[in-house]
């Protein structure tokens, strides 16, 4: 079956960096288009990057470009998000998502259950 | 920028009842090349990730109950939930993917938050 495991969140103080993985299994990864997902503490969820499936296109929310790189690895069925310079207003549950291939609708169909960043001093 | 606004932000509704929620897009999401309605439902109940319950605004995702359903055009969309259950508690998103800049082709609505009256 699909799945699709976070991983690399934890407590990191302002202005540093993390690597968020996306482990995918139950299906050919490399056919799909992947993205990243956050959502703040108590808050709604906020889009905040794609990758093709085979890594050229890359595409970032505004409030993230220049700090948030996406990248794949697909030999390791594994995407990636390098967060730097974080700041307080990054700390949220990040989930990666698998964009749904054949319908041409840009909906995600699959899901991770998430990796909590929370950036503090 | 498409701007999604979901109404209301919140509704209890008494099991067994009818539960509706709104979005609104700022621009339309109807594409005339396919008349398809970029514009998908997600559900999320407590301590868990996003699961899909529409696309194409109208088409129900597998295994997805048909008490769910969806419904509108253009602009203008409804999530309708008949016979709610005590399952259904969470918290409910609409999604554009019509923009045809990348970086603002994803974005969702602010959320309902559903319960139980």
């Known amino acids: 079956q699909v799945q699709l495991v976070e991983s690399g969140g934890g407590v990191v103080q302002p202005g540093r960096s993390l690597r968020l993985s996306c482990a995918a299994s139950g299906f050919t990864f490399s056919f799909y288009t992947f993205h990243w997902v956050r959502q703040a503490p108590g808050k709604g969820l906020e889009w905040v990057a794609v990758i093709s499936e085979d890594g050229d296109n890359l595409y970032y929310a505004d409030s993230v470009v220049g700090r948030f790189t996406i990248s794949r690895d697909n030999s390791k069925d594994t995407m990636y998000l390098q967060v730097k310079s974080l700041r307080p207003e990054d700390t949220a549950v990040y989930y990666c998502a698998r964009e749904e291939k054949y319908t041409g609708s840009y909906h995600f169909d699959y899901w991770g259950q998430g990796t909590l960043v929370t950036v503090s001093s | 920028d498409i701007v999604l606004t979901q109404s209301p932000d919140s509704l209890a509704v008494s099991l067994g009842e009818r539960a509706t929620i709104n979005c609104k897009s700022s621009q339309s999401v109807l594409h005339s090349s396919n008349n398809k309605n970029y514009l998908a439902w997600y559900q999320q109940k407590p301590g868990q990730p996003p699961k899909l319950l529409i696309y194409w605004a109208s088409t129900r995702e597998s295994g997805v109950p048909d008490r769910f359903s969806g419904s509108g055009s253009g602009t203008d969309f409804t999530l309708t939930i008949t016979g709610l259950q005590a399952e259904d508690v969470g918290v409910y998103y609409c999604?554009?993917?019509?923009?045809?800049?990348?970086?603002?082709?994803?974005?969702f609505g602010q959320g309902t938050k559903l319960e139980i009256k």
């Open positions: 999604q554009q993917s019509y923009s045809t800049s990348p970086e603002h082709m994803y974005n």
